[in-house]
């Protein structure tokens, strides 16, 4: 068992545990021995974990920005056929989730107010 205050194994962050004030951590099953204090192992820690944490924000897509087909046409105020020759025509882009279409809605506001 760690230190009071130390983070635990088990869960999928990056694990550390310092020993007995040793200098001594453990990551990814490598030990390391270092002289840097505990400040700044917190420091780096938290740098990775802001690291990995924007690599993951920046790969979603935010979820209320995209809406089914039925939202779609209320939001643009045009039927589905309409949608859907727009969608052919390339003035819009629909994406496929399986058999499902979605449209982004930043996507239909840029697709309004883009002149050809």
Known sequence: MGPPGAP?????FIAVLLHN???????????????????ELKELIQDCIN???GKISNQTTEPSDL???K??????????????????DGIITGYYLGSRLY??????VESL???K
Not at 75 to 86: A, D, E, H, I, P
């Open 67 to 69: 809406i089914k087909a």
């Open 113 to 115: 107010t883009r002149k």
């Open 8 to 12: 635990d194994p088990s869960e999928n």
């Open 21 to 39: 004030n040793s200098n001594l951590f453990t990551m990814d099953n490598k030990q390391f021995f270092t002289s840097i204090s505990s400040d």
């Open 71 to 88: 939202e779609a046409c209320a939001f643009l105020q045009v039927s589905k056929v309409t949608l859907y020759n727009w969608m052919n």
């Open 51 to 53: 690291l990995e944490f």
């Open 103 to 108: 449209f982004k809605k930043s996507e239909l």
